[in-house]
């Protein structure tokens, strides 16, 4: 499984564009790049994946590269409720395992 | 959202005791997985399973076992609980391994 280095925690206001960066050097051939969200107290959950290019939902883009070694989790005009933990992954879907680094914490102010 | 229940929701329990954590799914996926969470490190796998009776350990399988009698159940057995074992503990479910569908957590103390 690739490893991944993002930062720890970013800060942003209400209304900005919030772009999450992700490194992923040593990504596979068949890897593919999904990002989760945790709100305190829940669990994860799945808000983007990608294997190459432009990837967007009504959640958020994930712009990744044509080297894939990296990859950026945008989310538009963020508000308050988007305060939480967000994890970059990487793997095929030929590995049984689904391993969680320690994530970036993304803290909104008003 | 996907049918993913753990129970107990919250436990106190008394060092040396075994517990069982249950999880239950409703979506007949084929792999689950246990995590734990503690400040400071994030989500750590503990075990998982890749059907029936297949399980392998994960990052941090010490001191746990796990069993998977029928798709739906996962059960997470701590055979005798230590203080260090004081987590939050998750469970997940997905159909292939690039999307996981995750429960609410069980906090455990052990006291």
């Known amino acids: 499984l690739a490893k991944t280095t993002q930062p720890i925690s970013m800060d942003s206001y209400e209304g900005q564009e919030v772009n999450i960066t992700c490194s992923h050097n040593n990504i596979a051939t068949n890897d593919y790049i999904t990002w989760y969200q945790q709100f305190p107290s829940q669990g994860p959950r799945f808000i983007i994946q990608?294997?190459?290019t432009k990837v967007t939902n009504e959640v958020a883009s994930l712009f990744i590269p044509a080297d894939r070694k990296s990859s950026t989790l945008s989310l538009p005009r963020v508000s308050l409720s988007d305060t939480a933990v967000y994890y970059c992954?990487?793997?095929?879907?030929?590995?049984?395992?689904?391993?969680f680094g320690k994530g970036t914490r993304l803290h909104i102010l008003p | 959202d996907a049918g993913i229940t753990q129970s107990p929701r919250h436990k106190v329990t008394e060092t040396g005791t075994p517990v069982t954590l249950r999880c239950h799914q409703t979506?007949?996926?084929?792999?689950m997985y246990w995590y734990r969470q503690d400040p400071g490190h994030g989500l750590r796998l503990i075990h998982y399973?890749?059907?029936?009776?297949?399980?392998d350990k994960g990052e941090v399988s010490d001191g746990y076992s796990v069993s998977r009698s029928k798709t739906e159940d996962f059960l997470l057995t701590l055979e005798s609980a230590t203080s260090s074992q004081t987590s939050v503990y998750f469970c997940?479910?997905?159909?292939?391994?690039?999307?996981?569908?995750f429960g609410q957590g069980t906090r455990l103390t052990v006291v």
């Open positions: 979506e007949n996926h084929r792999y």
């Open positions: 997940a479910s997905g159909q292939s391994n690039t999307e996981a569908f």
């Open positions: 992954l990487v793997g095929d879907e030929r590995d049984d395992k689904i391993i």
């Open positions: 990608g294997y190459k």
């Open positions: 399973s890749y059907g029936v009776k297949d399980t």
